[in-house]
């Protein structure tokens, strides 16, 4: 019985945070896209599960993993404000130039959970409008970034 109740909570835990993805990736909160992605969540969340009991997921990721995504929301807020304001200065005759930069990586090793932590540092500073992964370099462990408009938080969590 143990066993089944874990399983549940290892479904129910992917279930929880599939079906809010689905609704942020979709853009649109009617009653049809809810219930599209109340299944899609479902058939996500047993494939992870299925994933899990077949050991396929070598690793648990810690919790220190995930430490700073909590700015990565509010980051793209602001962003969006420096990406007005850039269109503004566009629009007033001032072209903005980007910039490239190499920023790197958080975890080094090759490991699960150094990859994992690298994909998801990679991730997560991509989400902000104004800046965003172009390329991984593992063998330097650095991250090729473009930034519209420097700015070092827009780069969080690199």
Request: net charge positive; with cysteine; charged share 15%.
């Amino acid at each position: 019985m143990a066993r089944v109740a874990r399983r549940g909570l290892i479904w129910l835990g992917w279930w929880c945070v599939l079906w809010p993805l689905w609704l942020v990736f979709v853009g649109a909160w009617d009653l049809v896209d809810a219930v599209a992605g109340i299944a899609a969540a479902a058939i996500a969340a047993i494939a992870a599960l299925v994933v899990h009991e077949l050991g396929l997921l070598s690793f648990t990721p810690r919790a220190r993993t995930f430490a700073g995504l909590g700015r990565v929301p509010l980051q793209v807020i602001v962003d969006f404000g420096i990406l007005v304001a850039a269109l503004a200065r566009t629009l007033a005759g001032r072209p903005v130039r980007g910039v490239f930069l190499a920023k790197q990586l958080p975890a080094g090793g090759s490991g699960h959970e150094a990859a994992f932590a690298r994909a998801l540092a990679a991730v997560a500073a991509t989400y902000s409008p104004n800046a965003y992964v172009v390329d991984v370099d593992l063998e330097r462990n650095a991250a090729l970034m473009h930034d519209l408009v420097r700015n070092r938080a827009s780069e969080a969590p690199l």
